[in-house]
């Protein structure tokens, strides 16, 4: 069955499949507040400056700076929202039952481009698009107003459009619409960088220079664009809260040259902790010994299933390693930074072992490659069950909500309208919720290697 084949079947596997990646999600998903986090904060922050005309501004905070640190396409949705009500809790609850729609989209496109990309079999494809949706940490992603679905989606996407454009007649088309998607994926997060250099660099591989340039080159301006235009409207921010509202691009040079002897000193450290945390969410509830001795085994097929990739479905491969790569030179590790790296991991999973059971020249064989994957996928599908019966995803959000909520009923009762609220915390949600104009002090430097000084805090 050729590509062509497969791209003629029917959607309605698919249609399915986005129906339950969606009820799991509506099953997990629980109303909060806007700013129980941060980044939700902001992001909602900023989309009201759009839909009120103020632009890109960190509006509500003093002096209203521009907002540098966040690429626009997010704050526009959300702007959107703001423009057809001006209610917090409705444009709240808006959003976050948009992001499930974003991940069911995305387990949609994942499968489909298995299928067709890849040429795996339907169940499986299938499969892996479903078990790549359902992880608890993935859905957590989806209660605040946070990016990471639509980001998901949008990558998904571009691996949907990967067959169509990579054939030789009547591809051009899809090269253009797949260079204009990652456009809009690295003008959603800049993390979207490693996709473009994937794609790119897996069209080069296939066809050529020209046909790269054309898939790559969007993305690849629009990112230098963003930097640039958020470097030069950085320098209107406070020195003093640069760290926080500026652009990562200062920082992380910052975090690389002030003292490259230092960050190759916690190298081994922290790629340790980006392939445990690969493991974590594969393995959830596991840690220690455990963990490791469980996890190896499914890291490794997952190797064997980039290199088979490489041949079947190149973007996968590419952008999976170069999407690693950021994740190690980034100086910080967060979960919520690795759930697009476990998308990839479950698709890879699946590809290795599809490919290891068919070169298998005995049952006997196959039998194991099948029976230990199956034995993970249970295992996966229960505990990820289990935690969504409990509320795992949204257990800290639930924490930090009611500490908001305390915060705004009693500074409402204390707090004068037209006050300055200096907030290391939620402050945010505090102009959202209470209209406070707020000065942040919290200090973000997560990988300083000054032991006087504190990682975060108030600045002087």
Known sequence: ?????????????????????????????????????????????????LAEGHGLTYQGVVGAPPAVKFPPVYPMVLAGLWSMSSAIGTVTLVATLGNLVFLALAAVFLARAL????????????????????????????????????????????????????????????????????????????AGLPFVVGFGLAMALRMGARAATVVAAPGLAGWIGWSLWARSRGERIPADLADLLGP????????????????????????????ERVGVLLLPRLDGTVLW???????????????????????????????LGLLLAWPFLD?????????????LLAVGAVALASTRRTRRGTAVVIGLVGLWAGFYAVTNAHRIASEWPTAGYRIRAERLAAAVEAMTRTVPQDAV????????????????????????????????????????
């Open 293 to 323: 001795l469980l996890a190896l085994p499914l890291l490794a097929l997952a190797t064997y299933g980039w290199l088979e990739a490489r041949r079947r479905f190149p973007p996968l491969a590419w952008s999976a390693l170069a999407y």
């Open 115 to 190: 299928r067709v990309g890849a040429g795996l079999p339907m169940g499986v494809a299938l499969a892996a698009g479903g078990l790549a949706f359902v992880s608890g940490d993935v859905l957590r992603t989806s209660s605040a107003v946070l990016s990471e679905p639509l980001f998901l989606a949008l990558a998904t996407g571009a691996f949907a459009l990967w067959p169509g454009a990579a054939r030789e007649e009547g591809g051009q088309r899809h090269r253009i619409a797949l260079g204009a998607l990652l456009l809009v994926l690295i003008s959603t997060r800049a």
């Open 1 to 49: 069955m050729g590509p062509a084949d497969l791209e003629r079947e029917g959607w309605r596997p698919y249609l399915l499949l986005g129906l339950a990646v969606l009820a799991v999600g509506l099953a997990a998903w629980r109303p909060m507040p806007a700013g129980v986090w941060h980044d939700d904060g902001v992001y909602m922050m900023v989309g009201k400056a």
């Open 248 to 275: 990562y691009g200062g920082w992380i040079r910052e975090q690389f040259f002030s003292d490259p002897g230092a960050f190759l000193a916690r190298f081994p450290t922290h790629a340790a902790g980006v392939v």
């Open 421 to 460: 609220v200096g907030a290391p915390e939620f402050w945010a949600a505090l102009h959202l919720h209470g209209r406070w104009t707020v000065a942040p002090s919290v200090l973000f430097d997560p990988a300083s290697t000054d032991v006087e000084a504190p990682v975060w805090g108030s600045p002087e």
């Open 335 to 347: 979960r919520r930074l690795v759930v697009p790296l476990h998308v990839f991991v479950v698709a």
